[in-house]
């Protein structure tokens, strides 16, 4: 099956910077658009940032100047550069991505929302 897996996330400094990384493997026939998004304690699930299969991007006001998202389509990897990190951007970053795909027993090519397991990012002094 297809698995999304998270790596990059850790303790940084206030004004530091991160670069997180998924990578997507398993049977796939193509992903379109890929996405961060980020969950912090007694707060809702919000999305960070998303990129198109084409390359185009959208991020939530309070991310735009300070994260880049980007993706590799040769090894199905999304990338989220995080910089000028802020304490109130500590939470569980998700990635996601819409992968079209066969289902276990069929032979017909779908489109999953698939989610990785996350990775814990923390920043404070």
């Known amino acids: 099956q297809v698995q999304l897996v998270e790596s990059g996330g850790g303790l940084v400094q206030p004004g530091g910077s991160l670069r997180l990384s998924c990578a997507a493997s398993?049977?796939?026939?193509?992903?379109?658009?890929m996405g961060w998004n980020r969950q912090a304690p007694g707060k809702q699930r919000e999305s960070v940032a998303t990129?198109?299969?084409?390359?185009?991007?959208n991020y939530a006001d309070s991310m735009k100047g300070r994260f880049t998202i980007s993706r590799d389509n040769a090894k199905n990897t999304a990338y989220l550069q995080m910089n000028s990190l802020k304490p109130e951007d500590t939470a569980v970053y998700y990635c996601?991505?819409?992968?079209?795909?066969?289902?276990?027993?069929?032979?017909?090519?779908?489109?999953?929302?698939?989610w990785g397991q996350g990775t814990q990012v923390t920043v404070s002094s």
């Open positions: 398993g049977r796939i026939f193509s992903i379109n658009d």
């Open positions: 990129i198109t299969s084409g390359g185009t991007t």
């Open positions: 996601n991505a819409k992968v079209r795909m066969t289902s276990l027993g069929s032979r017909e090519i779908r489109t999953y929302d698939v």
